[in-house]
């Protein structure tokens, strides 16, 4: 039996520990935020936040988070969550959107420690990030303006 | 001869057969012929009768004001969760705000009269529905306005619907749900009115899509998000090469595996249950099957290659001719020839392929997504033998489509593996199961010559494409004495103004199981009629625009397009060490031009930026039309560049983004797109992006480095 913190809320899991924690949080905890795409770790639709550090959860165990915590979508710091989303609703990013929470997982991790990231900083922190759409200019955008969103807030 | 495996995988042609014996579809013409649509609701969609309602297939409006519209087309990225709603609610005089979307259930009110079934592709949402959707919202909003003069017992001339009330000209006001009662009561009027174009207050105006907020909250359900009460999720071991079947089964140790609930066996392979994806995948790693892969296991992409070009001696179907064709070829100053090859493409749509099936109380009721839900239906009733009447689809959100979720094979095997099961079940493809069974876009030959007089201009345009056919497949009474008009797509349409010209298409079945694939054939004879125009007019010593308008000589649309996407991109002005490349065609009603801008490094070709310039006619969500060209570009780009899927012994060789490998934002191109102001009737987007793309680049490439690139994937030729 492990012992999960998603979302602030610890979890139990009875299964094999060796599952992906992307199937421990969509099949047995009912949170599909982070998508399945690939299964080796290749297109980043799959990212959650392990202790605030992105993670592709299709290719980490379960067992590897016991101890930690595991943060999706919905578990954001309300600040930094917020400032995503209005940012990926004020430039319209999704098309069919399947990417966009792994995307915003990644933008999260980069704006909370660099809210003003450079065009370097930014396709550094988001390039394992797939998007068969092609919203990448939107998601640039995007995370310039959740970034400076972020910082109004602080300052 | 190998047999062709290809017909195996022909559900869409069965379940099509069904429906033309139902009636459903004209036995002929099934994609062309229109269909005379009225507006009623089928009995399977029926409210309760318990609440009034005003109601028609595309809205409905409750007592309490609630306005719900019905979206008929499967919403996998382009926009019609927000484009469709958008057409009935301007007619209905409602803020978009305002409206609940809800998905249409499968139903022949809903058939796409421009392809003769229920199914989202062919950038037919938009142009299908223009006049029939906005007519649905005059219907209601005409309804309620009479409602509101009989109330009043005015005229209704002296009414009008604002905002979601009626307004009397003396300043009495009904909102709709106090009219709805009343209306409810009345006959739908049998002619409207539609709004005069100056009168919009929501087509081409900005509009937030209704689907944002949803999928940035992690909300949107899509078909692997689906859960119903006491679900298993299977994973499906299929043979390894396409068209093949388990002939024994060991299931010993997959049973053995801890969480693994249930192991049921189907026609096209063996499925392991359990209660998450991880366990059953495992389970089924762990199955011992002994399988007969079929003929296709003959198929290796050499040899695919040289067959084709065999095949492409054989006299094909002629789908144009002008003037005297080739007849007078040899009597030209000069003749150029070129030949251009493409690859087989996966879709590789970033939620792979699922569905969710589950039987209540003798239904089957099929969630996922789906493309083509009058042929999930039919298919999933002749896949378990139930009648279609007992068959309900419920379309989510899709993550990408490119038409992928057209074909019918997961929905099929989802029901069948609920029905084995006896529980509901969540069917997931893992991603190489999707990149090794998928329906490919066809491989392509293309054999071009242009007669040229003596003052370099072009009297004669031949383009003869090998390649198989995805109607032949999907949809076979469509293709009639060789003719798939879909494989003329990009050729047929040909723009220029030439004297002489022939398109001859030969069928050439491969044996490999092809599909429909974002702007279908349009990206096949693009890339090699735009790479060949650029290749006449080295020949004739001309720069490729001005050749190109040579050509287009009185065609404004087309003429427009290309003078702004040169001039706004700088042609002839390209920096050092870069440069420009041209490309221009018509498709789905809409003119585009594009330009690329590239360089040379050690590792190939760069793309800096793409310039494109858009005629689609009326635009009517403009934000996501230009968001469709950006998608559409990139995606023709990714795949153009590095894509290609080939076959050894019959087993697709690559299997996830490894080795069939995903632009990234670092590889994007700046893109520079600008739609031309137009009040002519909408043309389609969907697609529109993808087939410049490759030509224009091609050229630019061979402006820079004077290599001719006439294969894709273009890197490969860097290698």
């Known amino acids: 039996m492990l012992k999960l913190t998603v979302n602030g809320k610890v979890a139990s899991f009875d299964g094999d520990p060796d599952t992906p924690i992307l199937w421990v949080l969509r099949d047995h905890l009912d949170v599909t935020s982070p998508k399945f795409g690939c299964g080796m770790a290749l297109c980043g639709a799959c990212t959650v936040h392990l202790d605030g550090v992105p993670i592709r959860s299709c290719s980490t165990p379960a067992s590897a988070a016991v101890g930690k915590k595991i943060t999706t979508i919905e578990g954001l710091p309300a600040k930094v969550g917020k400032a995503l989303q209005d940012a990926w609703i004020a430039e319209e990013v999704p098309q069919c959107g399947y990417c966009q929470t792994g995307q915003m997982m990644s933008a999260a991790a980069l704006i909370t420690k660099n809210p003003n990231p450079t065009e370097a900083d930014i396709v550094g922190a988001m390039d394992g990030n797939v998007c068969r759409c092609g919203t990448y200019h939107r998601i640039q955008k995007a995370v310039v303006r959740a970034g400076k969103a972020v910082s109004r807030a602080k300052a | ?69 019905i979206c008929h087309r499967s919403e996998m990225g382009q926009g019609v969760y927000t484009s469709m709603p958008m057409l009935v609610a301007e007619e209905l005089e409602v803020p978009l705000s305002a409206v609940k979307v809800e998905m249409a259930p499968s139903a022949p009110v809903y058939i796409n009269a421009m392809l003769g079934g229920q199914i989202t592709g062919g950038s037919t949402s938009v142009r299908d529905a223009w006049t029939k959707l906005r007519e649905a919202g005059a219907s209601a909003r005409t309804l309620l306005v009479n409602a509101a003069a009989e109330t009043w017992k005015v005229p209704a001339a002296e009414c009008s619907a604002s905002n979601g009330s009626v307004v009397h000209k003396s300043g009495k006001k009904l909102a709709y749900g106090a009219l709805v009662a009343k209306a409810s009561t009345l006959k739908a009027p049998e002619k409207v009115t539609l709004k005069d174009a100056k009168d919009w207050k929501i087509i081409g105006k900005p509009q937030a899509r209704l689907d944002t907020a949803a999928k940035v909250y992690g909300k949107a359900q899509y078909g692997i998000d689906v859960k119903k009460p006491g679900m298993l999720i299977a994973s499906l071991a299929q043979a390894p090469v396409i068209g093949g079947k388990a002939v024994k089964v060991n299931d010993v140790k997959a049973r053995a595996v801890k969480g693994v609930v249930n192991v049921v066996q189907i026609g096209d392979g063996v499925a392991v249950l359990a209660k998450d994806f991880y366990t059953a995948k495992k389970g089924r790693d762990a199955l011992e099957i002994e399988w007969d892969n079929g003929a296709g296991v003959n198929l290796n992409s050499l040899e695919i290659e040289s067959e084709l070009r065999t095949a492409s001696v054989n006299p094909g179907a002629i789908m144009r001719k002008d003037g005297t064709g080739i007849a007078n070829l040899d009597k030209a100053a000069k003749k150029v020839e070129a030949e251009y090859e493409l690859p087989f493409l996966a879709h590789a749509t970033l939620e792979p392929v699922n569905c969710t099936a589950e039987f209540i109380n003798g239904e089957c009721h099929i969630t996922g997504p789906i493309q083509f839900q009058q042929g999930a239906q039919y298919g999933v009733a002749a896949g378990i033998s139930m009648p279609p009447e007992k068959v309900f689809i419920h379309t989510t959100f899709l993550g990408g489509g490119y038409g992928r979720k057209l074909e019918l094979d997961f929905q099929i095997q ?306």
Not at chain 2, 21 to 35: C, E, P
Not at chain 2, 39 to 64: G, T
Not at chain 2, 613 to 631: F, K, N, W
């Open chain 2, 414 to 719: 989802a029901a069948q593996i609920a029905k084995a099961a006896g529980k509901p079940v969540k069917l997931i493809w893992s991603r190489e199961d999707d990149m090794t069974h998928d329906f490919y876009r066809p491989v392509s030959l293309h054999q071009m010559v242009a007669g040229l007089d003596d003052k370099g201009a072009v009297t004669t345009f031949y383009s003869k494409m090998t390649s198989p056919s995805v109607t032949a497949r999907a949809f076979p009474p469509v293709v009639q004495n060789g003719k798939d008009p879909f494989m003329a797509e990009g050729s047929e349409n040909l723009t220029y103004k030439i004297p002489n010209v022939i398109i001859e298409n030969v069928i050439h079945d491969t044996g490999v199981r092809v599909g429909y694939w974002r702007s279908v054939s349009n990206a096949l004879n693009a890339f090699a009629v735009e790479s060949f125009v650029d290749e006449i007019a080295t020949a004739s010593k001309k720069d490729p625009v001005a050749l190109r308008m040579e050509m287009l000589k009185g065609d404004t649309r087309s003429l427009t397009v290309l003078k702004l996407a040169t001039e706004k991109a700088g042609w002839g002005k390209a920096a050092a060490g870069r440069a420009l490349g041209v490309a221009q065609m018509e498709c789905y009603g809409t003119h585009s031009a594009i330009v690329a801008e590239v360089s040379m490094t050690k590792a190939g070709p760069k793309v800096h930026k793409i310039t494109a310039v858009v005629d689609c006619g009326t635009v009517v969500h403009p934000d996501q039309a230009h968001a469709q060209i950006e998608s559409g570009i990139l995606l023709g780009f990714s795949s153009g560049m590095k894509n290609v899927i080939t076959f050894k012994d019959g087993r697709v060789e690559q299997s996830n983004f490894d080795n069939y490998p995903m632009l990234r934002m670092s590889e994007t191109p700046i893109v520079d797109i600008t739609f031309v102001q137009s009040t002519a009737s909408p043309g389609g987007l969907g697609e529109v992006g993808v087939p410049l793309v490759m030509p224009a680049i091609a050229n630019a490439v061979a402006t820079l480095t004077g290599k001719r690139v006439r294969k894709l994937p273009l890197m490969a030729q860097f290698a």
């Open chain 2, 1 to 69: 001869m190998k047999k062709p495996i290809s017909q195996t995988g022909s559900v869409l042609q069965d379940k099509l057969e069904s429906s033309n014996r139902r009636g459903f579809l004209k036995s002929t013409g099934a994609l062309s012929g229109a269909l005379v649509i009225g507006f009623h609701l089928p009995a399977s969609n029926a409210q309760p009768a318990a609440a009034p309602q005003v109601a028609n297939a595309f809205v409905k409006i409750d007592a309490k004001g609630q306005i719900t519209i």
